[in-house]
């Protein structure tokens, strides 16, 4: 926007070292904002008492600290909370602090909106409006840090977009939540609907990252319709690149599977998952649906579906886990509350919903 400073945050400390320019002392200088920045979550120039008050009112003349605005803020009743921000553009997206006995994670977007056009995420609903830069990424870290005392140890990209069509500015950041905030690359887990090539030029990065695939079927017949990425990239080849991956990092790798009701939750794909997954260290992340309105008629299958599905992997030695369900009534499923917001966020043509999905008994 025009008339608005820049933000430090999503520059490196030698980067805001180059930004102070000939500032008297700018290395040491440009060390300490950075520490103030990110190992602090400092929010305003003014909070850092180590530099010298004159420095500090340049500062507030030149640049800001933090590059985004709160839209909205909901905690839930299990202590969730969900920010709806935006850089003073009022193109809004979503990021989530989940405090966890013994640890705090947070859940981050990559971009504002989301292009894949899954039949089953809010996001998918609202279109694609841009990348998200590595300060905004950042920036939504810090900001959750400052709504709570204990450390954010883990970092989750499942948040609005797909992060690896966004690879450069998310490796930026990547690398700033390590260097810079301290976070261990092996508390940062990437999310992915399966890009392959990228896939394969992130396991070239040799980062120590998590990656998980948004699965949701063994079968092409039924990911064509629930993902039209798998049009592209169908299931042998999109699990192919996840099994070199793990073979390329040394990292187990996760295969998120979306349960709906009569869709995808069928002991036929169970069975079908078992032989695609032999032999690679992996585990499959069970995820009941959490019911938002696409247009699909979707549903969460009952606790028996559930136990029937889970049971087949778990008998056929598949490790599998099931997600721990939070922030129900804060509209926690990624893309719900950007679009109930009347900032900028695309939203589909009227008309242009998916075709819905048959059910099966």
Same mark, same amino acid.
């Given at each position: ?35 103030? !920045? ?19 009112? +340049? ?18 009743? +299990? ?9 003073? +553009? ?161 990292r187990k790798v996760t ?26 260290p992996n585990v499959v ?7 938002? +309105? ?5 549903? &969460?299958?009952?606790?028996? &579906?559930? &136990?029937?599905? &889970? ?42 919903? !998916? ?7």
């Open positions: 926007m025009e008339g608005k400073l820049t933000s430090l945050v999503g520059n490196t400390s030698t980067e805001i070292q180059a930004l102070l320019g000939d500032r008297p002392n700018a290395k040491l200088r440009g060390k300490q904002i950075g520490g103030h !920045l990110y190992k602090r979550a400092v929010d305003s120039f003014d909070a850092m008492l180590d530099l010298p008050a004159d420095l500090r009112a +340049d500062l507030n003349q030149n640049f800001a600290v933090q590059p985004l605005e709160v839209a909205t803020h909901k905690t839930s009743t +299990d202590g969730v909370d969900k920010l709806l921000v935006h850089n003073g +553009d009022h193109q809004v997206y979503e990021c989530v602090l989940l405090p966890y006995e013994g640890r705090v994670s947070c859940c981050l977007s990559s971009q504002v909106g989301c292009p894949m056009g899954c039949a089953f995420c809010a996001t998918g609903l609202g279109g694609f409006d841009r990348n998200l830069t590595a300060g905004e990424i950042v920036g939504q870290y810090l900001m959750l840090q400052r709504l709570t005392e204990k450390r954010i140890s883990h970092v989750v990209f499942m948040g609005m977009g797909e992060p690896l069509l966004n690879l450069k500015n998310l490796l930026k950041a990547m690398r700033i939540l390590h260097d810079e905030v301290g976070l261990s690359y092996r508390h940062i887990t990437v999310s992915t609907v399966g890009l392959v090539p990228q896939i394969r030029e992130l396991a070239k990065e040799n980062l120590p990252i998590h990656l998980a695939l948004s699965l949701h079927s063994p079968l092409d017949e039924v990911r064509d319709r629930l993902m039209p990425v798998n049009h592209k990239w169908p299931v042998k080849e999109v699990v192919g690149a996840m099994r070199d991956y793990q073979e390329s990092t040394g295969f998120e599977y979306l349960l709906i009701n009569g869709v995808n939750d069928t002991p036929e794909q169970a069975r079908a998952l078992v032989p695609l997954l032999k032999g690679m992340n069970l995820i009941p649906f959490n019911w938002v +309105d696409t247009g699909q008629g979707f549903s &969460r299958p009952s606790n028996d &579906r559930i &136990r029937t599905f &889970r049971g087949i992997l778990q008998n056929a030695g598949v490790n599998v886990t099931q997600r721990v369900e939070r922030g129900h009534d804060i509209a926690a499923a990624c893309g719900q509350l950007a679009g109930q917001h009347k900032g900028k966020f695309a939203k589909r043509e009227q008309g242009e919903q !998916l075709k819905p999905l048959p059910l099966v008994p």
